[in-house]
């Protein structure tokens, strides 16, 4: 399985990106899925995971009414919506999916990972 995500870039304080993240080489229509973040000196955490079907959300509470997570299991992709950016969003931003049917807050629930994409939010 290869992931591949793209969509960040550089934003100013309070923009917007999007964030999508196509997998090749089996579906993962069965599998959550989540999106993870990196800053320099930081280790990776949690941003948002979503469950096989869509019904289920999750969100680290930063980024709780800003971020939106969403799936769309014909096309293989799943996306993330970042509204009013602040400059502590930015990070390395990293799509995997779950080795379950949900999605886990842990970095070893994930089974298969995106090579990443850089967000850089400016003030």
């Known amino acids: 399985v290869q992931l591949q995500a793209f969509g960040g870039g550089l934003v100013k304080n309070g923009g917007s990106l999007r964030l999508s993240c196509a997998a090749s080489?089996?579906?993962?229509?069965?599998?959550?899925l989540g999106w993870f973040r990196q800053a320099p000196g930081k280790e990776r955490e949690f941003v948002a995971g979503?469950?096989?079907?869509?019904?289920?959300?999750g969100y680290q509470e930063s980024v709780k009414g800003r971020f939106t997570i969403s799936r769309d299991n014909a096309k293989n992709t799943v996306y993330l919506q970042m509204n009013s950016l602040k400059p502590e969003d930015t990070a390395v931003y990293y799509c995997?999916?779950?080795?379950?049917?949900?999605?886990?807050?842990?970095?070893?629930?994930?089974?298969?990972w995106g090579q990443g994409t850089q967000v850089t939010v400016s003030s």
């Open positions: 995997a999916v779950a080795r379950g049917n949900s999605y886990v807050g842990a970095p070893n629930g994930y089974q298969y």
């Open positions: 080489g089996r579906t993962f229509s069965n599998n959550g």
């Open positions: 979503i469950s096989w079907r869509g019904r289920t959300t």
